[in-house]
T-cell receptor
Framework: GAGVSQSPSNKVTEKGKDVELRCDPI?????LYWYRQSLGQGLEFLIY????????KSGLPSDRFSAERTGGSVSTLTIQRTQQEDSAVYLC???????????FGSGTRLTVV | GQNIDQPTEMTATEGAIVQINCTYQ??????LFWYQQHAGEAPTFLSY????GLEEKGRFSSFLSRSKGYSYLLLKELQMKDSASYLC????????????FGAGTRLAVHP
């Protein structure tokens, strides 16, 4: 597509439930990234996919968080047994390998109540 | 560890010039980026520096000194629409495109 698409744009869930967030990167972009941004905070790196290489999962805050990227395109970030501290905006970005700059999606605002 | 510091907030007057500083201490360095983020929106790419010196792009310029671990973003002829957060980010590693972001600087432009 023309841009990075994320869905849903907003998600309210009850504590303890699982959620799935979806990212559809720009066509042809081989790299895909997930970040989260808490209110008034900077972007916190979560996970990075580059082509067929093993993903860099070093930013995932706990084993409740996982992500996959199917067919080198769409990615899903899954949060199991959500907690209130998981409330944040989850941003996905994509880029061409070794090119400058990311293109970000509009994010998914997750609220855990 | 990775450390990127920026002022939390700045204010400036419409038509003026403002300089937003960023200092970094990271385990690797392969370029520094500035992004603009309006409230409730996604960050958008502004500038990129990998060599020392000044990069100019219209009203926006960005400077890098690798030896000092220092960058600044210069905004000229400020407009009200420039009110936003400005994020400094460092690319760590070689062909590895992972960015580490600072907490951002909220700029308020007033008449």
């Amino acid at each position: 597509g023309a841009g990075v698409s994320q869905s849903p744009s907003n998600k309210v869930t009850e504590k303890g439930k699982d959620v799935e967030l979806r990212c559809d990167p720009i066509s042809g972009h081989t790299a895909l990234y997930w970040y989260r941004q808490s209110l008034g905070q900077g972007l916190e790196f979560l996970i990075y996919f580059q082509g067929n290489s093993a993903p860099d999962k070093s930013g995932l805050p706990s084993d409740r968080f996982s992500a996959e990227r199917t067919g080198g395109s769409v990615s899903t970030l899954t949060i199991q047994r959500t907690q209130q501290e998981d409330s944040a905006v989850y941003l996905c970005a994509s880029s061409l390998r070794n090119r400058e700059g990311y293109t970000f999606g509009s994010g998914t605002r997750l609220t855990v109540v | 560890g990775q450390n990127i510091d920026q002022p939390t907030e700045m204010t400036a007057t419409e038509g003026a010039i403002v300089q937003i500083n960023c200092t970094y201490q990271t385990s690797g360095f392969n370029g520094l980026f500035w992004y603009q983020q309006h409230a409730g929106e996604a960050p958008t790419f502004l500038s990129y520096n990998v060599l020392d010196g000044l990069e100019e792009k219209g009203r926006f310029s960005s400077f890098l000194s690798r030896s000092k671990g220092y960058s600044y973003l210069l905004l000229k002829e400020l407009q009200m629409k420039d009110s936003a957060s400005y994020l400094c980010a460092v690319r760590v590693g070689g062909g590895y495109n992972k960015l580490i972001f600072g907490a951002g600087t909220r700029l308020a432009v007033h008449p």
